[in-house]
């Protein structure tokens, strides 16, 4: 059946699903409290996170199928809409949650708190997905907190680890810290337009803002505050190397891809559809100025301290950071005035963090395969690693060469029509300084595939006594993704161009 | 179903016999010997196949893959050519590669060496990438298997590579040319950033460079000169590829590889270092003589070149005593006449030389392989003798070659540089300057005739002068059936353009003039009638009117008196060394002229201490700007690093601060209150 002929509601199908599958992990957890069956569990769950990536790709190809955009459909009063974007975004967290599961069937084994782990990373997919399709801030509050919750949870999930306990709660303050002044935001918004509905706001702003602007300014910045957080973009982003260090690894995983990825698909729905930028820079709001100090900030002091890092883990954390900084361009350099432009811009963004989702989720992955031989976290522990496990070894060097851009990886195709796009909205610099940051990235990301491949082992063969199933096929299939997303770029990339034009209608 | 559908066969196919002697050679029975045979036959049936084509009035082109296609019709692509000149060279590759592979059997196999899949994987590679340059569509392209075929030999001449001298000539090979090849980078670089493309021939919509030169010196295309007046650019542009033709055709003074590339074995010698890969600058001049036919500066240049090479290497050819040594010398000798006729506009006479050297080149190649077997790996001239009745078959091939090369008639030999002197006297009473080239290639053909004839005589007459030569063994006959088909060719190929006789007669007999002025089929542009004009209009050159008859009898004078000279000296059972009587001559001849150590004087107390400096520049300045960076990166990400102090509190202060400067900073730039 096409999905064309679906009723309306049926659209917001993949996360429905996602919900029906949490459900599902709290009726079996509530008839069987302590049940350790990992079959069972992590089965219900992949099951119904791989029904939703495949209902969320099927109506995205038949989104984009036609000749123009494919149909906005909007629910509940407007408060939350269905489009490209929306289905764009559900693809990449549903894939990226669908590989973290995977990932912990074997990681969890040994936690006594299964099926809470299993329903709360559901619970956050949900949330992600949510975040995707609000159309309004009141739904784009709820769905991040609903999406933030169970991430805290999740970070201190390995209750008796100090790490985790303190990486929970530190990511819980600052959480709460920036929800506030997000939602401080949105009331000023709300003062300043009287809706909270994206194109009710948009409206309110056409008319002009009677002397609000002041108010209204303030409202964005506060926003911005609040998107930088979800995103991991500097100045917010100081719990990202404390929680994604002390978190599990799959959890690090779930957060640096798919959290980070909602967080950005709210950014680009938010300013694009509430404050059309030729209209609010007119009032003195210029938020693309903003999102270029924040994009030049970011890209540097990710990369710099990602440089400098012993540790593995909380090295790729920087660099989670450094690619929030590229993918900032696409809001940074929007133009207003050409949306032809524009969409090929926040277009090349979004099939970076499509292409980011797979990369980075595979190498934090490869983390959790380090952690679960437990052999050690730094680079030094890393050495020689290949001699034992050779497949994993080469899907690593592919992640960090496709992170660090280099052809013929998929991450050098995005990040190269990425500065391509931002140099013909004439933002060279921006592009400049994400060429030179990259290249400082090659320096520490093949730090780690030195290690792997050329070094010796300090103190004879690295300890590999088992190679987990489920972790290595999540890393195979991550593999795969990275590789593959290089033929299928033209169309991905059509299709996010696709859905950027969609959103500056 | 054309011809032309299986083009892209013609270099493909040694290319598969390439990978399979690579990867299960070593479990075929002839390791590899095989499917090489077969794909150098195949290759030979189809560039038939392609000449009957181009004969019936077609040339074919044909873009096979673009790598890089940018704006304003630039374009980096493979793609093939072949018009009458590409079509006869396909011919002459595939046909010696194949008659090289038969003639390995015996030389290799039989012998028992070991190591041959590499061998013959090596072969399949080079005649490959030789394929691919001669029917290469542009410049970039003729470039890429320019090294290629340079990568082969490196390969092939170092096959015996535990050995001493084998490695240490690959290298010198490698360097030598490889520092030519340095020059004709830069030119395709120049090629491309002037004239936006690298095509040879004007066609299915791609505008060639050397039309675009011509246009531009007429005035009518503008071109980028970078400055300079457009002839002495082209004139650069010129110079630099040739740098590459100089180091590969073996011309002075880049020369000097060749004669240690004979360590490899024979019939590489045969394949790539006489009749093939050394051919390949000169061909690649005909290939773009468009473009060369425009500046007389290139033209003399070329012509005393090739003249002085000629001579040059001819006199050291006349006291080696290693019979692959005087084959060497007299390979750099005889592609010093093609160059001599090409810098005299002779198209026809270079191509027509080209030819008939490859198959009498060949010849002598594979003859003298046929004697190294037969006499159990002897070299050195002065133990052979008295061959003659022991190897006929080799003895009468090798006969027919040696009078080939001196230039006796009617061999082929004869008839290509007998054209090449004509064409150059032509010239040469024109514009005296060329006289020189002339006479020095003249006198070339005495020492021609006289070191052939040494050749001959010391090797397969007289009385055997070691046990090896005494006990000859008899030999196979996949080494005598290559060597009777080049037999034949190297008699009767001069019969295809014989001038003087069309002169006398006045028959039409002129075929490979016919054949390369685009009678039968050409693209336009690209045929010796258009050569000429240019030569005569654009570079004004003009020629003499005289017949090819004096000239021609005055040549083969010459090199009669040459082989006179051989015959009175050394037609003895026991022949002495008569090279004493020389004096000082001698030691400089066989010393060559002291070429060696001139470029390794020039290494050491030239190049190394420049490269010194270099380095100090390179170590100090450029690795402490680059050093610098990334201390300066490491430092600041420390710095960075610092910031994050692991106190809950500090981060909360750090945003709220962050934020309030963000507000403050935005609030005043855009002026809310």
């Known amino acids: 059946m096409p999905a064309e002929q679906l009723p309306e509601w049926t659209a917001l199908a993949p996360a429905y699903i996602l919900a029906a599958t949490a459900m599902v992990l709290f009726v079996i957890d509530s008839i069987d409290p302590d049940s350790d069956n990992r079959n069972l569990l992590a089965g219900t769950a992949i099951v119904g996170t791989l029904a939703s990536v495949g209902v969320a790709t099927w109506f995205l190809l038949a989104w984009g199928s036609g000749t123009g955009p494919g149909p906005t459909i909007t629910l509940f009063g407007e408060a939350v809409v269905v489009d490209g974007t929306s289905l764009f975004f559900t693809v990449i967290v549903t894939t990226v949650t669908a590989l973290v599961l995977l990932a912990s069937y074997d990681y969890l084994a040994d936690d006594p708190h299964q099926a809470e782990y299993y329903s709360l990373i559901i619970l956050a997919a949900t949330g992600m997905v949510l975040m995707a399709s609000s159309n309004s801030l009141a739904t784009v509050f709820v769905s991040l907190e609903l999406a933030s919750l169970p991430s805290y949870a999740l970070v201190s999930i390995l209750k008796r680890n100090r790490g985790s306990s303190e990486a929970g709660l530190k990511y819980f303050l600052i959480g709460a810290l920036s929800s506030a002044i997000f939602v401080y935001g949105i009331s000023l918004v709300y003062g300043a337009t009287g809706s909270l509905i994206l194109s009710d706001v948009a409206a309110a702003l056409d008319e002009g803002a009677d002397g609000f602007e002041g108010l209204l300014g303030v409202g964005v910045v506060m926003l911005i505050g609040g998107f930088a957080f979800k995103t991991a973009s500097v100045p917010f982003h100081f719990w990202a190397p404390e929680a994604y260090e002390g978190a599990p690894a799959p959890v690090s995983a779930f957060l640096s891809s798919a959290s980070k990825a909602a967080g950005f698909v709210i950014a680009f729905r938010v300013f694009v559809e509430a404050f059309p930028l030729d209209v609010v820079a007119a009032m003195g709001v210029d938020w693309a100025l903003m999102f270029q100090v924040l994009a030049v900030v970011t890209m540097i002091v990710g990369n710099f301290a990602a440089a400098v890092q012993s540790n593995v883990k909380r090295m790729l954390a920087y660099s989670s950071i450094g690619h929030a900084g590229y993918a900032l361009i696409g809001l940074a350099a929007i133009t207003g005035g050409n949306p032809g432009h524009d969409a090929t811009v926040l277009g090349a963004s979004m099939m970076h963090l499509l292409v980011y989702g797979f990369m980075n989720t595979g190498a934090f992955l490869f983390i959790a395969l380090v952690e679960h031989w437990d052999v050690g976290r730094t680079f030094d522990d890393y050495r020689g690693l290949a001699r034992t496990a050779p497949f994993a070894s080469l899907a690593m060097a592919v992640f960090m060469f496709s992170l660090a851009g280099l052809p013929p990886f998929s991450g050098f195709a995005s990040k190269y029509v990425l500065f391509l796009a931002a140099i013909g909205a004439g933002y060279w610099w921006l592009a400049a300084v994400g060429a030179v940051t990259s290249a400082l990235s090659l320096y520490y990301y093949s730090r780690v595939v030195k290690a792997l491949w050329l070094d010796d082992p300090i103190d004879g063969t690295p300890r590999v006594d088992s190679y987990p199933r489920g972790i290595y096929v999540a890393i195979i299939a991550a593999a795969a993704l990275t590789v593959l997303a290089l033929p299928a770029f033209g169309v991905g990339f059509d299709l996010a161009e696709t859905a950027a034009t969609a959103l500056f209608e | ?673």
């Open chain 2, 1 to 673: 179903m054309a011809a032309f559908d299986f083009a892209p066969a013609i270099a493909l196919l040694p290319f598969v016999s390439f990978l399979i002697a690579l990867t299960v050679g070593k479990h075929l029975p002839k390791k590899g010997a095989l499917p090489g045979i077969a794909a150098t036959a195949g290759a030979l049936l189809l560039s038939i196949w392609a000449v009957v084509a181009v004969a019936g009035g077609e040339y074919h082109h044909a873009v096979l893959y673009e790598w890089v296609a940018a704006e304003e019709a630039l374009s980096f692509h493979f793609g093939i050519l072949i018009d009458p000149l590409s079509a006869m060279m396909l011919v002459i590759v595939s046909l010696i590669a194949f008659l090289v592979h038969v003639f390995s059997l015996g030389y290799m196999n039989d012998e028992g060496e070991i190591g041959l899949p590499r061998y013959y994987a090596g072969l399949g590679l080079f005649t490959f990438s030789m394929l691919a340059f001669v029917y290469a569509d542009n410049l970039l392209m003729a470039f890429m298997f320019f090294e290629l075929v340079g990568l082969c030999s490196f390969l092939l001449i170092g096959f015996w590579f535990r050995e001493r001298a084998p490695p240490s000539a690959a290298k010198k090979a490698f360097l030598v040319t490889r520092f030519g090849d340095y020059f004709f980078l830069i030119g395709v670089v120049g090629v491309f950033a002037t004239f936006g493309t690298g095509m040879f021939a004007s066609v299915n919509g791609f505008e060639s460079f050397p039309e675009l030169a011509e246009a531009a010196l007429a005035g009518e295309a503008d071109v980028n000169t970078f400055g300079f007046a457009a002839e002495t650019w082209f004139s650069i542009l010129g110079l630099l590829v040739l740098g590459g033709v100089i180091g590969k055709s073996a011309q002075f003074p880049l020369h000097t590889w060749l004669p240690d590339a004979m360590e490899g074995p024979t019939p590489v010698s045969a394949l790539i270092h006489a009749a093939t890969m050394v051919a390949a600058g000169v061909y690649l001049v005909a290939r773009m003589y468009g473009f060369y036919a425009l500046s007389p500066t290139l033209l003399a240049i070329i012509a005393f070149v090739g003249g002085f090479t000629a001579l040059f290497a001819a006199t050291m050819g006349v006291v080696k005593n290693d019979v692959k040594q005087v084959l060497a010398y007299s390979t750099i000798s005889q592609y010093g006449y093609m160059m001599v006729a090409l810098g005299v506009g002779a198209y026809v006479a270079a191509t027509f030389h080209l030819m008939t050297h490859a198959f009498f080149k060949a010849l002598l190649f594979l003859g003298a392989g046929a004697v190294i077997i037969a006499t159990h790996h002897e070299q050195n001239m002065w133990k052979m003798g008295g061959l003659k009745d022991r190897l006929p078959v080799t003895y009468w091939t090798f006969l027919v070659g040696s009078l080939a090369l001196a230039g006796i008639l009617p061999f082929s030999g004869f008839w290509s540089k007998d054209e090449v002197l004509y064409d150059a006297l032509l010239i040469g009473l024109e514009n005296p300057i060329f006289l020189g080239a002339y006479a020095m290639a003249l006198l070339a053909v005495f020492f021609t005739g006289f070191y052939t004839f040494r050749m001959v005589l010391l090797t397969f007459h007289g009385e055997p002068r070691s046990d090896h030569a005494e006990n000859a063994h008899a030999l196979g006959w996949n080494v005598k059936f290559p060597l009777v088909v080049l037999g034949v060719l190297a008699a009767v190929a001069g019969f295809i353009n014989m001038k003087p006789v069309e002169d006398l007669t006045g028959a039409e007999i002129l075929y490979l003039e016919y054949w390369l002025d685009g009678e039968y089929g050409a693209v336009e542009g690209l045929t010796y009638g258009a050569y000429n004009t240019l030569v005569a209009d654009v570079s004004g050159l003009g020629a003499a009117d005289i017949g090819p008859l004096l000239p021609g009898v005055i040549a083969l004078a010459v090199a009669v008196a040459g082989v006179a000279l051989a015959w009175v000296l050394y037609n003895d059972p026991e022949p002495e060394e008569h090279t004493a009587r020389l004096g000082a001559v001698r030691d400089l001849w066989y010393n060559n002229y002291y070429q060696d150590e001139a470029q390794v004087w020039l290494a050491r107390n030239v190049t190394l201490p420049l490269s010194r400096r270099a380095d100090t520049f390179d170590q100090g300045v450029i690795d402490g700007v680059v050093n610098g960076v990334g201390s300066v990166s490491l430092t600041g990400g420390d710095r960075l690093r610092r910031i994050q102090t692991g106190l809950v509190t500090n981060y909360a202060a750090l945003i709220a601060l962050g934020l309030v400067v963000l507000l403050v900073a935005f609030a005043v730039v855009g002026g809310w209150f």
